[in-house]
């Protein structure tokens, strides 16, 4: 069983990103970075933190927006709109999930989708569904194929389960994977909760992909004896055992699952510190296009 290392495997892009910003900054552009934040959950805050920490690392120009939850719909907007037309931002990201009262999707459509670097716009959604590579696909999914191709995983002709629907990861993963090149050309199937047999379904995957946000749902008995298991859950669970009284499990239940595959993402450690990585990638890409 190999141990897929995401954290070395994002330091590997992370190095990749810090020469293309040094050899922008020689033309005199510095990828601008635009993070906005409503509310305290603390998830969100770290997840910033560490998005800005990256960033500037990376000699990037990053900008936190913090914002009370009782912010307004229109005041949020508003705080886009800028950003929108900020020529020092290149790329905008507004942190997901927002206090109830904001209609999400409204703020994501506001955003300049050449600005998009979560790719959850509707502009990018359809490039990415019509194969138009100047898409911005979302960071997770990203890194997840990132993940397989640093691997060495061929995904062409590979069958894929993607167990989950959502559009942060489930959906735009199964079009990059089904996609023609480099870590595409798979057969893929999106199974959910509502598949019959979920089980019988897993069991028939080379590659498995969980991101169904519950906590070490996939057991041994949902995976075939020499798969590759990508782990996109995030879960804390109790645990009487850790000083904090708690810990981060992933999707799948790790213990069990691990002996029977060929390749395994930890949690934490493996697809987390790829979507980072990832966001400082487009974040680049944007610049780029932008100094066109």
């Known amino acids: 069983m190999h141990l897929i290392d995401g954290k070395a495997i994002a330091a590997k892009i992370n190095a990749e990103s810090r020469a293309a910003v040094a050899e922008l900054q020689s033309r005199g552009i510095t990828p601008g970075l635009a993070v906005v934040l409503v509310g305290q959950d603390p998830a969100s805050q770290a997840y910033v933190r560490s998005k800005d920490k990256t960033a500037k690392e990376?000699?990037?120009?990053?900008?936190?927006?913090?914002?009370?939850?009782?912010?307004?719909?229109?005041?949020?907007v508003a705080v886009v709109e800028s950003l929108n037309a900020d020529p020092l931002i290149h790329a905008i990201l507004v942190q997901?999930?927002?206090?109830?009262h904001i209609d999400e999707r409204a703020v994501v459509e506001a955003i300049d989708p050449r600005k998009d670097v979560d790719g959850f716009h509707p502009m990018n959604v359809g490039k990415l569904a019509l194969g138009d590579a100047d898409a911005f696909v979302p960071c997770t999914p990203l890194g997840c194929q990132r993940l397989l191709i640093e691997s060495g995983i061929e995904t062409r002709g590979a069958r894929v389960v993607v167990l989950g629907r959502s559009m942060i990861v489930g959906k735009p993963l199964a079009?990059?994977?089904?996609?023609?090149?480099?870590?595409?050309?798979?057969?893929?199937?999106?199974?959910?909760?509502?598949?019959r047999d979920l089980a019988a379904v897993c069991r028939e995957a080379d590659i498995l992909i969980a991101a169904i946000g519950q906590p070490?749902?996939?057991?041994?008995?949902?995976?075939?004896?020499?798969?590759?298991?990508?782990d996109v859950g995030i879960n804390r669970v109790a645990d009487p055992s850790s000083p904090k009284g708690s810990k981060l499990v992933g999707d799948v239940a790790f213990a069990e699952v691990a002996p029977k595959c060929r390749a395994i993402t930890p949690v934490p450690g493996g697809?987390?510190?790829?979507?980072?990585a990832?966001?400082?990638?487009?974040t680049i890409a944007s610049a780029r296009r932008w100094a066109v």
């Open 58 to 76: 990376l000699g990037l120009h990053s900008v936190k927006h913090e914002l009370p939850a009782d912010t307004t719909q229109e005041a949020l």
């Open 278 to 282: 990832m966001l400082m990638h487009n």
């Open 216 to 230: 070490e749902f996939v057991k041994a008995d949902m995976v075939r004896e020499g798969a590759v298991v990508i």
């Open 271 to 276: 697809v987390g510190p790829m979507t980072i």
């Open 96 to 100: 997901s999930p927002p206090p109830p």
């Open 175 to 195: 079009l990059l994977l089904s996609a023609k090149g480099p870590g595409g050309d798979a057969t893929v199937t999106i199974a959910h909760s509502r598949t």
